[in-house]
């Protein structure tokens, strides 16, 4: 199955939370740092990174297009 992957520059977000209110199932917002939180992706130089499958990829695009400030980068 195809994998897709996932860049969230999460030093950039500003913790609005317009990307969890349309992929709630996977994206959220971490309680203590106030910014985007996705499972299962790791933390690497400021950026949160991981791979998603065909069936969650229409809601990280969402989740992209709703982003205020465009940090959700989905490599196809
Ligand atoms: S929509 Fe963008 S800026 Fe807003 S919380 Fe999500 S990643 Fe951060």
Redesign the pocket.
Known sequence: MKKYKVI?DSKK???????SMVADKYIK?NQQSG??DVSGFIEKNGRLVGEISEQQLDDFERAAR????L??KIIK
């Not at 709703?66 to 400030?69: A, L, Q, S």
């Open positions: 969230i977000c500003i913790g609005c939370g317009n990307c917002i910014l985007v709703v982003c205020t400030e940090v959700i």
